[in-house]
């Protein structure tokens, strides 16, 4: 045992050689019959005679398991059941615990217990919090500080009307703005855009670093414990004027692009290749709304492969979904702001050509790409 005040070892390595449940087993007194999820104990301190088992185990944000006992508010974690139970102080409860997980000083860690038993519970709906950080951050955004981004937005071609619509916002770092554990992280200044249900409720946000390099990355998003990845996000639209056609988007920048320009959007979110559940929920959506999908194909393998797969599947929905490459090799974006007039190129769904840009059924006989006159 090392002398009072100084533990040997990080909090975090031994919480996670820690297995609570276990713990409390060992230290506190199990409730007769209770097991799996639903486990519960009396409570560990020991002036507290809690005859009914008001003890149960849960993980906070950060992945780490904690114990509460509810009838007396009561709580903590694994080294303050041990301190609580065996009168130790804090420092000697971890050295405790090391031990018993099988550390030593001049021996390798023994591994940590398996990560999907240590990562929090995804969250099935959004936490308030997210929503908090969007409306800090489309704050920020209003503020003379939000300046740059603006210019930043406009450059990009999203509009004021746009930004105020869809609460866009600036993150200015986490330096400059402190956040709950879980939020995108802020490694430096990114742009903030929020995701929508189809009915318009906020589901998400993704913070889009200005600077990757810096940044280390493009995207962050909420950890899952927060809120669930949509995989889809409806961009919030001033005024549809053209409900004919749904245009599906990589990304919500191009996104709201499509819906600033008078169609319904529809983002596809995240790395991940769509799915059969990402079909059926497209699907659903374009024969609720009577409306026709015509995917926006990205310039690039990764574009064509997102056609190749979502094509097919939607076609297994019953659903006849278009195809349009903008010309040149330009992505949307590229070519919204080359080409004011490209909404134009947008084929109604009763005409399937139209002078310029290409609708096509079929991913794996693309024709190649038209001229259109920018
Ligand atoms: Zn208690």
Same mark, same amino acid.
């Given at each position: 045992m090392t002398a009072p005040g100084r533990a040997r070892w990080p909090i975090d390595q031994v919480l996670e050689r820690t297995d609570l449940s276990a713990l409390l087993d060992e230290l506190a007194?199990?409730?007769?019959?209770?097991?799996?999820?639903?486990?519960? +104990?009396?409570?560990?301190?020991?002036?507290h005679e809690d005859h009914r088992a008001s003890v149960t185990m849960f993980r906070d944000r950060t992945g780490h398991e904690r114990w509460r006992c509810w009838s007396g508010d009561h709580r903590g974690d694994a080294i303050d059941l041990v301190v609580a139970t065996t009168g130790r102080d804090?420092?000697?409860?971890?050295? +405790?615990l090391a031990n018993r997980a099988g550390m030593h000083p001049d021996r390798p860690l023994p591994p940590a217990r398996p990560r999907q038993s240590r990562a929090p519970a995804a969250a099935k709906v959004m936490d308030p919090l997210v929503a908090r950080y969007v409306q800090a951050c489309h704050r920020v955004l209003g503020a003379s500080a939000g300046r740059p981004l603006r210019e930043w937005l406009h450059a990009r071609g999203i509009t004021d009307?746009?930004?105020?619509?869809?609460?866009?916002?600036?993150?200015?770092?986490?330096t400059m703005m402190r956040r709950a554990r879980g939020l995108p992280y802020g490694a430096e200044v990114a742009a903030t855009f929020p995701v929508y249900g189809p009915g318009g409720a906020l589901t998400y946000v993704q913070a889009r670093y200005?600077?990757?390099?810096a940044a280390g990355r493009k995207y962050d998003n909420p950890a899952a414990a927060l809120a669930p990845h949509p995989r889809l996000g409806f961009p919030i639209t001033a005024n549809t004027t053209r409900p004919d056609v749904t245009l599906v988007c990589e990304g919500m920048p191009d996104a709201l692009i499509a819906a600033q320009a008078g169609f319904q959007a529809v983002g596809l979110l995240g790395a991940q290749t769509p799915d059969e559940s990402v079909a059926a929920r497209l699907a659903n959506h374009a024969g609720n709304m009577g409306t026709q999908l015509v995917l926006v194909c990205d310039p690039?393998?990764?574009?064509?492969?997102v056609a190749d797969a979502l094509i097919p599947l939607l076609d297994e929905c019953g659903h006849d979904a278009g195809v349009v490459t903008p010309p040149d090799g330009l992505d949307l974006n590229d070519w919204a702001s080359r080409c004011p007039t490209w909404p134009d190129h947008i084929p109604a769904p009763d005409r399937p050509e139209r002078d310029g840009a290409l609708v096509d059924d079929d991913p794996v006989e693309r024709r190649p790409l038209h001229e259109v006159e920018l």
């Open positions: 007194e199990p409730a007769a019959g209770s097991m799996g999820r639903g486990r519960k +104990w009396h409570c560990p301190m020991p002036y804090r420092a000697e409860a971890i050295d +405790w009307a746009t930004i105020t619509a869809n609460l866009i916002g600036v993150d200015p770092g986490r200005l600077d990757p390099d690039d393998a990764a574009g064509r492969r």
